[in-house]
């Protein structure tokens, strides 16, 4: 069974910073795209950003120049920061990741159980 973890969501003033990260456990063989969605309330899950296994990254026009992705793969983990927060970026932030498990010939992919994001004043 694969797992993913999210951490390092809170509440925040406008202008503020914040980290999450995602870590992946379980029998994993390999691990190929990483990515962090996020649902505001009322509103459909959207991507923010995404990364390959070679660091190759992608992002939301919405969140260019303020958050970056990272990855750390010998730790199977995944990091969001996130820089001039707003408060349009209060959200539920989920990551999600391509996994191959151990003793399977295909990937599948994994959701976190979602980590709360509040900018507000």
């Known amino acids: 069974q694969v797992q993913l973890v999210e951490s390092g969501g809170g509440l925040v003033q406008p202008g503020g910073s914040l980290r999450l990260s995602c870590a992946a456990s379980g029998d994993i063989f390999s691990i190929y795209n990483m990515g962090w969605y996020r649902q505001a309330p009322g509103k459909q899950r959207e991507l923010v950003a995404t990364?390959?296994?070679?660091?190759?990254?992608n992002y939301a026009d919405s969140v260019k120049g303020r958050f970056t992705i990272s990855r750390d793969n010998a730790k199977n983990t995944v990091y969001l920061q996130m820089n001039s927060l707003k408060p349009e970026d209060t959200a539920v932030y989920y990551c999600?990741?391509?996994?191959?498990?151990?003793?399977?010939?295909?990937?599948?992919?994994?959701w976190g159980q979602g980590t709360q994001v509040t900018v507000s004043s």
């Open positions: 999600n990741a391509n996994v191959r498990p151990r003793f399977t010939a295909r990937a599948n992919i994994y």
């Open positions: 990364i390959t296994s070679g660091s190759s990254t």
